[in-house]
């Protein structure tokens, strides 16, 4: 079990940049596959990246929407997982989301344990 808190949301203007914390408790993160989703009122929680493994080991797949633009990280130091947000447009304003799994999947059901989400608005 693993309970994951999240930080770093707000607002920004068009062409600025965010980055999303995640800080986990309970049980390391090492033992979980990571992803961010997104999800804007009245439309689907939407994949934005996922990190299979630590930084030595693992390998992340983002959407089409946000590559280039978008990085996942994370610090098993800190127990933290990061969402680095770049060259933002107005259409990435949407609430912001993090999650833990046990298997590396780009579907939001696949994973058991989300952060409470953010707030995440780009001015235009």
């Known amino acids: 079990q693993v309970q994951l808190v999240e930080s770093g949301g707000g607002l920004v203007q068009v062409g600025g940049s965010l980055r999303l914390s995640c800080a986990a408790s309970?049980?390391?993160?090492?033992?979980?596959?990571m992803g961010w989703f997104r999800q804007a009122p009245g439309k689907e929680r939407e994949f934005l990246a996922r990190?299979?493994?630590?930084?030595?080991?693992?390998?992340?797949f983002y959407a089409d929407s946000v590559k280039g633009r978008f990085t996942i990280s994370r610090d098993n130091a800190k127990n933290t997982v990061y969402l680095q947000m770049n060259s933002l447009k107005p259409e990435d304003t949407a609430v912001y989301y993090c999650?833990?799994?046990?298997?590396?999947?780009?579907?939001?059901?696949?994973?058991?344990?989300w952060g409470q989400g953010t707030q995440v608005t780009v001015s235009s």
């Open positions: 990190m299979d493994w630590d930084y030595t080991g693992g390998n992340t």
């Open positions: 999650a833990a799994g046990l298997v590396p999947t780009m579907t939001s059901s696949s994973y058991r344990y």
């Open positions: 309970g049980r390391t993160l090492s033992s979980y596959f």
